[in-house]
């Protein structure tokens, strides 16, 4: 069985995490999209509340299944059996910090784990989390970012 982890903060995920999610899913027997924590950001919504939110949105999808781990990733890819993670490149400027992570972690897991990248579409080649909750956090229109349930959660944290 041809398995596959699509790790990340998800803090929220948006409408480019999803489109990766839909097609690493097509590729895969298995995908794991796995809530980790990124050391360098200070997150919005707790764990649980990721993982709950990208269960709702990826319910249709029969071969995903969302978890969280906290830890390296190489030991979420050993303790889920799989050995090539999944990642979204947007753009040349995400390429070092990809491909850095990329090496590192096959280092780590012995040569046992690569990294696949997916480009991502076009029309989310912008997108990121942190943009979301700047706009977000200033009332401004993320509607065409992430989707109406995700939207709503994201104005909650910022007007509570
Ligand atoms: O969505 P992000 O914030 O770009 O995802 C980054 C993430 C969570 C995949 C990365 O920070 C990570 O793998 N964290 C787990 C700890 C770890 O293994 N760090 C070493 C990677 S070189």
Do not use: W
Request: with cysteine; hydrophobic share 40%; proline share 3%.
């Amino acid at each position: 069985m041809k398995k596959a982890i699509y790790p990340g903060s998800f803090d929220p995920v948006t409408y480019g995490h999803l489109d990766i999610i839909q097609r690493a899913a097509k590729a895969f027997d298995e995908l794991i999209v796995s809530v980790l924590d990124n050391k360098t950001k200070h997150p919005l919504f707790s764990v649980d509340e990721r993982v709950n939110i990208l269960k709702e949105l990826t319910e249709e999808l029969g071969n995903v299944r969302i978890g969280s781990y906290n830890g390296l990733l190489v030991d979420c890819c050993r303790k889920e059996g799989a050995h090539v993670i999944i990642r979204g490149l947007r753009a040349v400027t995400d390429f070092e910090y990809e491909l850095q992570m990329a090496q590192t972690n096959r280092k780590l897991a012995d040569n046992s784990v690569d990294t696949m990248f997916l480009t991502t579409d076009l029309r989310y080649a912008y997108l990121s989390s942190s943009t979301v909750k700047e706009v977000a956090s200033f009332e401004g229109d993320i509607s065409e970012f992430v989707p109406p349930m995700v939207a709503k959660l994201v104005y909650n944290k910022y007007n509570s």
